[in-house]
């Protein structure tokens, strides 16, 4: 089949090259000219562990090539999946401006019946809005080809992007026609037969619940281990076998309640807020998601505090953070927390220095100010605390050791819980933590 994909970011591009490999013929279409050369050039433009291993294989078979012209995109394809992004307006509502662009680029550009299949998070009820946008380009150019809108959400996490795409743990698609669920079945065929997943074939607006349902729930398990982790430093319990003592109840389950800095990425934050804008749009306020939100932003302050705590004043102190990106295993630094506590600290007057494998350039960048480090033992040279935001491997092993040869202060604040509380007191390190009872003592 021939599938055309908009938009060749995180969900785009790994999504044509897993549709290449499952041997459809894949034209993915972009309007910024510096990706689709570095593309054409067969690199991927950011990291994702399997994709420029996955992106040489489909590229050398001749089943995916890259275009900035919808002219050598659109005609021809049964499918034109819309991937682009949808970027938070000042309300939380997401911004359809560039999906509402690919409707009318698809009803300009069709030479034959297509289905519009939307992959970027939408509020539910998009669907009737891009159909509406296509009926009337359609009468507008005089075209009369059949142009459906699906939806099919994606559930991959950026790190392990290529995997989730290659093994879905399920498809979901939503149809208003059956020849537009056949041609979605098609698409999916391939990998269906192979790894045996579940699919969901469902309607249009279901489709596109599941997604914000999805989310959303995840992102509330994370609120719910942060603040029973709060309350677990007031009585002095630990969160961590809090959870796994919760996860051994097959109807709860240990993933997605880990403890921390919250969630950050250019999913859930996004998500949370548009799924609560949808329910107040719509009359049924879901106030539940505004306080996921909250908890969610008071992990970060919450580590402001322990360094103030530490520290008095963070006026001219110099602070590590250890880990740029929302994530290990990306270079992603979107709703990153490390980027909100940077700006936080540097308008307080301390010095930032960030460590990150990848995103320690990106994160200069993102934030003037902040001085980049790719080496962990020279970010932490000297400085007066470290705060721990992303697990990277280099950051899991540091030993109490390394913090104590390094640092002015012995002062680490653990914001993912990446490392065993006991030899880190043991050892004389001002290590706090989040949500575990092992805590130093009172200065002085
Ligand atoms: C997420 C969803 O998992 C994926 O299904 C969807 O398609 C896109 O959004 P992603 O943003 O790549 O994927 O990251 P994910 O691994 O889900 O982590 C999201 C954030 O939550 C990260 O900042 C992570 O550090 C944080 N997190 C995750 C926690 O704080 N605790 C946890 O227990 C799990």
Redesign the pocket.
């Known amino acids: 089949m021939r599938i055309a994909v908009i938009g060749v970011g995180h969900v785009g591009l790994v999504s044509a090259a897993a549709f290449a490999r499952w041997g459809h013929d894949v034209v993915g279409l972009d309007d910024d000219a510096a990706k689709v050369a570095t593309l054409r050039d067969g690199r991927a433009w950011f990291h994702e562990p399997g994709l420029q291993e996955l992106l040489d294989e489909v590229v050398a078979a001749g089943r995916l090539t890259f275009t900035g012209d919808p002219t050598e995109a659109i005609p021809g394809a049964a499918a034109v999946f819309a991937c682009v992004g949808t970027p938070p307006n000042e309300d939380g509502s997401p911004n359809l401006a560039y999906l509402e662009a690919v409707a009318r680029t698809v009803a300009e550009h069709a030479t034959g019946d297509v289905v519009l299949v939307e992959k970027s998070t939408v509020p539910a009820s998009t669907g009737r809005r891009l159909e509406q946008v296509i009926v009337r380009e359609q009468a507008r150019l005089g075209s009369t080809h059949r142009i459906e809108v699906a939806s099919n959400p994606?559930?991959?996490?950026?790190?392990s992007a290529v995997e989730d795409t290659l093994h879905p743990d399920r498809i979901v698609y939503g149809t208003s026609s059956d020849a537009a669920r056949d041609v979605l079945r098609a698409v999916y065929a391939p990998v269906v037969a192979a790894d045996g997943c579940p699919v969901v074939e469902t309607d249009v607006a279901t489709s596109e619940l599941i997604k914000h349902a999805s989310?959303a729930f995840?992102a509330t398990r994370?609120s719910f281990i942060n603040a029973v982790a709060r309350i677990c430093e007031q009585v002095g319990a630990d969160v961590q076998v809090v959870a796994d003592g919760m996860g051994h109840d097959p109807r709860i389950g240990r993933a997605?309640?880990?403890a921390?800095l919250?969630?950050?990425?250019?999913?859930?934050p996004k998500d949370v807020d548009a799924f609560a804008h949808l329910a107040r749009a719509v009359g049924v306020p879901f106030r539940l998601l505004d306080e996921v939100r909250a908890i969610n932003v008071a992990q970060r302050d919450h580590v402001l505090d322990k360094l103030r705590q530490e520290l008095w004043h963070l006026d001219g102190k110099t602070v590590t953070l250890l880990g740029a990106a929302?994530?290990p295993g990306t270079d992603d630094l979107r709703e990153a927390p490390a980027v909100h506590l940077a700006r936080a600290l540097l308008a307080v007057g301390a010095r930032v220095r960030a460590f990150d494998p990848v995103a320690h350039v990106a994160i200069a960048a993102e934030v003037p100010g902040v001085e980049p480090h790719d080496d962990v033992h020279a970010a932490l040279h000297e400085a007066h605390a470290a705060v721990v935001c992303t697990e990277w491997d280099e950051v899991v092993a540091l030993s109490p050791e390394d913090y104590l040869r390094a640092l002015a202060y012995p002062i680490v604040i653990d914001g993912r819980n990446a490392h065993d509380p006991a030899p880190m007191l043991a050892a004389g390190v001002r290590y706090h933590s989040v949500g575990r009872a092992a805590a130093p003592r009172e200065v002085g």
């Open positions: 994606e559930f991959l996490r950026e790190g989310n995840l994370i997605f309640l880990s921390g919250g969630y950050g990425g250019s999913c859930f929302f994530k």
